[in-house]
C-alpha cells in the first residue's frame, strides 16, 4: 500500500459544486502539504500544515480551504469548484527532526479534478 | 522568497546520449535542492538532495547533480539515457531556516523526450 493515498484519484464535477479530496498517510511525519499542479507551471502550494493545530496558507490559496483532521489525514476543499481549478492536485508528507531536516517532501500519487 | 528557474521547457535526447537538465535557484542562504521526476500518471520521486557536503550528488537510476554556488546552479546529469527516462523533471529549492518546514518551491519542469 502507499504511504501517502490520495482519494479520490479522479473526479469530474460540475462549477459551483463542492469537493473534497482527502489525503492520509502511514509514514507517521507531522508535516502535510497540498499542491496543484499545472501543465508549464510546475507545482504551486495552496495549503500546508506543521500540525492539527496549524495550518498555513501557501502561495495560491484562495478558492480552498483545508482541514488537518488527525496527524494522518489532511483534506482540501473546494467549496464552489469553477473551471480554473482543473488541476492535478498533490498531497506530500514531510519529516521535521530539527537540524536534520532537509525538507524533502513524499508525495501522493495525485488527484485529477476536472471542473466542468 | 526562493525562486527555481529551469530554462528548458522540452529537451529531446537520444536513447544512450548523455543528458544535462538546467536548475538556476534563487535564494540568499545555504539551500536545500532537490530533483523529482514525475512519469506519466505517476506522482512525484525523489532523484537525489543537497543539503551539505560533497557538491557533486549520486541518486538513483544513475543520476547524479553538482551544486555550483557561485552559478546557482544545481544541474542534473546523466551519462546515457534509456526510454524509460521520458518524465517530467523538477528541480525545487527549500530554506534553510526550517529546513523546508514550509515546503518547497518548485520549478515549472522540463519534460524529456527520449528518441530511439
Known amino acids: 500500500d502507499a504511504d501517502v493515498t490520495q482519494t479520490p484519484r479522479n473526479r469530474i464535477t460540475k462549477t459551483g459544486k463542492r469537493i473534497m479530496l482527502e489525503c492520509s498517510q502511514t509514514?507517521?511525519?507531522?508535516?502535510m502539504y497540498w499542491y496543484r499542479q499545472d501543465p508549464g507551471l510546475g507545482l504551486r502550494l495552496i495549503y500546508y500544515?506543521?500540525?492539527?493545530?496549524?495550518?498555513n496558507k501557501g502561495e495560491i490559496s484562495d478558492g480552498y480551504s483545508v482541514s488537518r483532521q488527525a496527524q494522518a489525514k489532511f483534506s482540501l476543499s473546494l467549496e464552489s469548484a469553477i473551471p480554473n481549478q482543473t488541476a492535478l492536485y498533490f498531497c506530500?508528507?514531510?519529516?521535521?527532526?530539527?537540524?536534520?531536516?532537509?525538507?524533502?517532501?513524499?508525495f501522493g500519487e495525485g488527484s485529477r479534478l476536472t471542473v466542468l | 522568497a526562493q525562486s527555481v528557474t529551469q530554462p528548458d521547457i522540452h529537451i529531446t535526447v537520444s536513447e544512450g546520449a548523455s543528458l544535462e537538465l538546467r536548475c538556476n535557484y534563487s535564494y540568499g542562504a545555504t539551500p536545500y535542492l532537490f530533483w523529482y521526476v514525475q512519469s506519466p500518471g505517476q506522482g512525484l520521486q525523489l532523484l537525489l538532495k543537497y543539503f551539505s557536503g560533497d557538491t557533486l550528488v549520486q541518486g538513483i537510476k544513475g543520476f547524479e547533480a553538482e551544486f555550483k554556488r557561485s552559478q546557482s546552479s544545481f544541474n542534473l546529469r546523466k551519462p546515457s539515457v534509456h526510454w524509460s527516462d521520458a518524465a517530467e523533471y523538477f528541480c525545487?529549492?527549500?530554506?534553510?531556516?526550517?529546513?523546508?518546514?514550509?515546503?518547497?518551491?518548485f520549478g515549472k519542469g522540463t519534460h524529456l523526450i527520449i528518441q530511439p
Open positions: 509514514k507517521g511525519h507531522d508535516r
Open positions: 525545487a529549492v527549500g530554506a534553510f531556516s526550517g529546513g523546508g518546514a514550509d515546503g518547497l518551491t
Open positions: 506530500a508528507t514531510s519529516d521535521y527532526k530539527g537540524l536534520e531536516n532537509t525538507g524533502e517532501l513524499f
Open positions: 500544515s506543521f500540525d492539527v493545530k496549524d495550518i
